[in-house]
């Protein structure tokens, strides 16, 4: 299975458009509930960073491309933009994981929990192009 391509405006006012993918992709692909929310939560952080850092914030328009991509023994999504180059593996861990919330200074987990809920992940950056890829491993059949 391989879905088409689905192109969006970078605007956090359509990410619900990238998650119904993920979500349908997931479920044609076979994934537990448990791994599609994983899944879902992770595009969903690194899909809002991009708008709201790589596009928005610079005042850049652009779009989001996403796709899947699924083998036996794997489902890939695939998700693109065209914001300034950031590889979400260099993000820091935050260090305070074992404080409490209201101890905690905002931000830093959003990254730090997609990156965990998935199986792999990849970033490279080509022509202008940033790809990021989120892998969930599936189950034998």
């Known amino acids: ?4 391509p689905l192109t969006i405006p970078g ?6 458009q990238l998650l119904d993918y993920v979500s349908w992709a997931a479920t044609a692909a076979g994934l537990a509930e448990a ?12 899909a809002t960073n991009i708008v709201m850092h790589g596009y928005e914030a610079g005042e850049q328009p652009g779009d989001l491309t996403i796709w899947a991509d699924r083998r036996p023994e794997r489902l890939a999504i695939h998700l693109e933009d065209t914001g300034r180059p950031f590889d979400p593996r260099e993000a820091p861990r935050p260090d305070n994981l074992d404080r409490p919330l209201e101890e905690r200074q905002d931000g830093g987990l959003g990254i730090f929990l997609a990156l ?6 990849t970033y490279e950056r080509r022509g202008g192009v940033n790809r990021c890829t989120f892998v969930m491993h599936l189950e034998p059949a």
Request: net charge negative; proline share 0%; hydrophobic share 45%.
């Open 116 to 121: 965990w809920g998935v199986d792999d992940f």
């Open 11 to 16: 605007r956090a006012d359509r990410l619900s």
């Open 1 to 4: 299975m391989n879905l088409e």
């Open 35 to 46: 791994s599609i929310y994983r899944l879902s939560l992770a595009v969903d952080e690194i």
